[in-house]
């Protein structure tokens, strides 16, 4: 697994990342290395909405505390891989 809380990943204050707190508003951490674009992570604590009250509110974030996260799927074969539905929506 990928960790993203890491002395060697700094946020964009310089600060390392096991140091940064969010005091409120969504929070999403993202690591991507452009020379590896399949190695891209990201994990969203306070769920999309940031709504307490959301039943996906809470579904990430021990996750985030761990330090670990999702891979992002880049390429089109990885793409392929991660895709559990497909919509296609076609012009009356």
């Known amino acids: 697994a990928t960790t993203l809380r890491s002395r060697s990943v700094s946020s964009s204050r310089g600060r390392p990342l096991s140091d940064a707190t969010a ?3 969504n929070v999403v951490d993202v690591v991507v290395d ?16 940031g709504n307490p009250f959301s039943r996906n509110y809470g579904d990430q974030f021990r996750m985030w ?8 799927a880049w390429s089109r074969d990885a793409v392929e891989r991660a895709t559990r539905a497909r919509l296609v ?3 009356a």
């Open 65 to 72: 505390q761990l330090g670990d996260a999702f891979p992002i």
């Open 34 to 49: 452009v020379g590896e674009w399949e190695m891209a992570r990201f994990v969203l604590p306070g769920g999309q909405s």
């Open 23 to 25: 005091t409120g508003g």
């Open 89 to 91: 929506l076609r012009p």
